[in-house]
């Protein structure tokens, strides 16, 4: 039995566990990383809209999946147990899933949707009504804090592919690196950022990202002496890796030093503040009582300085005031403080971490080094 079937049926279990307690007969979800995290079946469909591809889980254990004919063969590969109810094309046919509901016992059930916070449906308005006035008996439910919740803690199969995205992503950045020329533009150093994440093994099906700038050069040129910074990460089984760095062309100054001692300042005590037990707004917290005492603004009462990594390239919780989500062992973290210069550069590091039973462990490392490319 390979890897990832295991872990399909692992996660399916316990979504029948959660869906007992929270007193739901099953779920019908459609947004993207939430059919690729109970399916994995990584598909594309989702960037096209029109074909809707949907899994339902009942509180029993079951594993239904909708999707377009020609992907059945790839859904049964990664979850072999799922019973499939397929469509020939466009326009999506809601009856299809009618009748997936009723195989599956849950026309007159209480099922969880993507109803709320965060979440997104993966149907269409129309053929949501058109499901309802079929189903007079079915009740609906947000399901979106019961999967937020399966998904924040990571199963060693996700930090797995998780490490080995940040592996990658580092690779590709020090390689990138050395063919950095002066003169460069933002759009020139994205392009060989992108090439080198795929030389370094990023998967070319499911797009990481390259986002390059300091606010200040805009799509001049870059020039002896002037900063940029380079928000990137690549994917490993879909799972993607988020960091940023900076870095000055030629020999830094003391100012350059400065700054970036200070921003690393501020990420130390970032990192001191993770670990299980405590809540993401203290974490948010002890960056803005930071920023504070090196003479920065303090945070805003919704400005996150890290998020959760997965699937998605941001996940929940938050590392803001404003989310008090309690930080447990295997949540992966994003810690990214900033702060704003006079000139308009954005001064930003991020590296990605996984909660411990003690602390926090480094998945990437070497962002409170100011890179030198050397013209």
Known sequence: ??????????????????????????????????????????????????????????????????????????????????????????????????????????????????????????????????????????????????VQGLRAVKSAYEIDALRAACDLSLKAWNAALARFPVGATNDEITRIVGTELAAAGSDPNIAGHVTVGNGVAGIEPYRPGEVIWCDFGGVVRGYQADLARRAVYGTPTEQHLEVHAQISDVFEAELAAIGPGVRASEVARAVSDRLEALGHPPLGPRKRVGHGLGLGAAEPPSLSLADDTVLQPGMVLTPEPRFTLANGEKVHIEEVVVVTETGCERLTDGATRLHVIEG
Request: net charge negative; hydrophobic share 40%.
């Open 1 to 146: 039995m390979s890897e990832i079937v295991t872990e399909i049926r692992a996660r399916v279990v316990r979504a029948a566990e959660a869906m007992a307690a929270a007193g739901l007969d099953g779920m019908v979800l459609g947004d993207k990383y939430n059919y690729w995290y109970f399916t994995g079946h990584l598909s594309r469909e989702f960037d096209k809209k029109m074909r809707p591809m949907l899994v339902l889980l009942t509180a029993r254990g079951e594993t239904g999946v909708v999707c377009y004919r020609q992907s059945e063969r790839d859904v049964l590969k990664t979850c072999p147990d799922a019973r499939t109810f397929t469509y020939e094309d466009v326009p999506f046919d809601v009856e299809v899933l009618n009748t997936a509901l009723q195989r599956m016992g849950l026309q007159a059930a209480r099922v969880g949707m993507e109803l709320g916070e965060n979440e997104r449906l993966g149907l269409p308005y129309h053929d949501l009504r058109s499901l309802l006035r079929a189903n007079p008996a079915l009740s609906l439910a947000d399901a979106g804090p019961l």
